[in-house]
């Protein structure tokens, strides 16, 4: 039998151990972040070189580098679902030196575009932030007879499974998105898919195509020629410097939807959190600064302040929702 001395004793033992141990391992953060970064930092994208994603994560990069005093270099890995640079990504140390830069809503629905792969987005990565989150518009051609959204859905209902919308491919995020609107209103139609962006608006243009959501990164070409006109902004509120432009509530479509696009970063799984909450602390001052919120004016990109924690629900959220239309609409590509 252990004497009450002896148990104050061991007891005092055991909690002097569990202060210094729990005194070691915030040592060990505090140490990990202030060792950060100790070399150049790669972020590995999935976006081409020279696309608006890149240009801005390339205006970006050079804040970060000024603020860590080491280079920022941007890996272009297009191609393959995004398996490409997901895979360079995942395979890289978790020391926070090397992240992914990926369509968030893309990597959402890619557990279930390709269940064979077994891939789950937070069993490979931990969340660091969000580069930008863009509103989409709905868009039709300017000769279009289509004054409003309601009038769309109109001419949907009248002839179910006939009107066309167009994406930039199977399981893109505008045909999941749109896929959801079709839902949220009621309608089936047609899903029309292209190659790539620019032809898919010519398409929508030309009357080829009826309809598309789309960002006005990729529509601005049409829109600014006077060839497309958008019927809707996808959000609750309508846009500071687009306040012509109605929302989808407004223009006749369903009250309870909304769609956009937003770039997340990501670090490989095991980086530890305050690394990950560093790169996300210096992240926000440098989308915050005047020039990068001025190149984000231009193709009305919206800073996204969400902490690692909120870019994690966010994922999980579209996640969730993707699960459920591409099961009823029988989408795969594997």
Not at 35 to 45: L, M
Not at 217 to 225: H, K, L, V
Request: hydrophobic share 45%; net charge positive.
């Amino acid at each position: 039998m252990i004497s009450g001395f002896m148990r104050t004793v061991l007891g005092g033992r055991v909690v002097s151990a569990l202060l210094l141990a729990a005194g070691g391992c915030l040592h060990a953060a505090a140490s990990a972040q202030a060792a950060f970064p100790s070399k150049p930092v790669t972020i590995i994208t999935t976006f081409s070189a020279g696309s608006g994603p890149d240009a801005m994560m390339r205006a970006v990069g050079e804040k970060l580098s000024a603020q860590w005093k080491t280079p920022v270099l941007v890996d272009n890995r297009p191609g393959g679902a995004g398996f490409i640079a997901i895979n360079a990504a995942r395979a890289a140390a978790p020391d926070g030196h090397t992240l992914l830069m990926h369509e968030g809503d893309a990597i959402s629905a890619l557990p279930h575009l390709f269940k064979s792969r077994r891939f789950r987005v937070f069993d490979a990565f931990e969340p660091v932030g969000v580069l930008y989150d863009t509103p989409f518009f709905v868009v039709v051609s300017s000769t279009s007879p289509w004054k409003n959204v309601g009038d769309l859905l109109a001419a949907a209902k009248a002839k179910p499974g006939a009107l066309t919308y167009g994406t930039w491919g199977v399981g893109s995020t505008a045909h999941l998105q749109s896929a959801l609107f079709e839902g949220k209103a009621g309608v089936r139609m047609l899903h029309v898919p292209y190659k790539e962006m620019g032809q898919l608006y010519t398409g929508v243009s030309t009357g080829e195509t009826d309809w598309a959501l789309g960002a006005m990164a990729s529509t601005q070409f049409a829109y600014q020629a006077g060839r497309v006109k958008y019927l809707a902004v996808t959000r609750a509120r309508r846009l500071p410097d687009m306040p012509d432009v109605p929302t989808l509530a407004e223009a006749g479509g369903p009250a309870n939807f909304e769609a956009s696009g937003f770039v997340a970063l990501l670090a490989p799984k095991g980086t530890p959190e305050p690394i990950c909450e560093r790169i996300n602390k210096d992240l926000l001052a440098a989308v915050a600064s005047p020039e990068v919120q001025a190149r984000f004016k231009t193709f009305n990109f919206e800073a996204a302040p969400w902490s690692p924690a909120q870019t994690r629900r966010a994922i999980e959220t579209r996640t969730a929702a993707y699960e459920q239309v591409i099961t009823s609409n029988g989408i795969r590509l594997d």
